[in-house]
Every structure is written in C-alpha cells, then in structure tokens.
C-alpha cells in the first residue's frame, strides 16, 4: 500500500472514499508480525493502520489456506475424438424427421416478449429474425 496516500477524513473521524486494497503479499506480510511472542492482533493491526476484524479475517483465510499468492494458471485440453460421422437431416428416419417436425421451441426474451419456433429450423433465417427483433 502506498503510504503517501493520505485516506479521507469526515467530521467524525470515519474514513470516506475507496476502501483500501491490499494484495496477498502484503496481508501475508502482515500476518508474519502475529508469529513474534507476545505479539497480540490488535497490536498488529494498529500498527498497519487496519481494523483488528480485517486481520482476523485474513488470520481466519490464511489457516484454511485460501490467502495464497496467486500460481499461474493453465487450462489443460482433453483429447476428443469423434467415433461416428454426423447425421444430416435429411438423412434421418422417416420417423425421426416427422418428430422434429413437430417439435416446438419456445423462447422467453426480457420484457415478457415470447417466440415459438415450430418444426424444421433454418438457423441463418432464425438469427436474422432474431437480429432483426434485437434492432426493435
């Protein structure tokens, strides 16, 4: 934290304006000064300039091991791979294609405004339509 920064005072005594923001390291940090003997929270937290709570808190995190600095993080890709080609449409069972002919889609926009779609879709039409009601 920047201590040059002066925090804003009201006619009471209360802080006015952004909270202030103290990143994993520095709570750490903070957190070592508890491991001196004779060391109690509230003296900590005077020391810092913070609300003894705020420092149980972090203490609180810390012990369930949620207050570490942040590690780089990777998303990891699973291998896929595809058994059986896609089945067009048209290429499906007589029956199949009388079901999904019937079938219906409803669709609730914001404001009450509801769209059934019923039978076949053609997508590119369907997204026009809903460009089109988007531009209303």
């Known amino acids: 934290m920047d201590a040059s920064v002066e925090p804003k005072i009201d006619k009471l005594g209360r802080r006015t304006g952004p909270r202030r923001k103290y990143s994993v390291a520095e709570k750490l940090r903070i957190l070592q000064d508890l491991q001196r003997p004779g060391t109690s929270v509230s003296d900590v937290a005077r020391a810092h300039g913070i609300n003894a709570n705020v420092v149980f808190g972090w203490r609180r995190m810390a012990k369930r091991g949620a207050l570490r600095e942040p590690g780089p993080q990777r998303a990891e890709l699973l ?19 009388a079901k999904r002919e019937q079938s219906v889609i409803e669709i609730e926009f914001l404001g009450g405004v509801r769209v059934y779609v019923r039978g076949a879709v053609d ?14």
């Open 79 to 97: 291998p896929v791979k595809v058994e059986s080609p896609t089945v067009l449409p048209s290429a499906l069972p007589a029956t199949t294609q």
């Open 123 to 136: 997508g590119a039409a369907l997204k026009r339509e809903f460009e089109a009601l988007g531009r209303r």
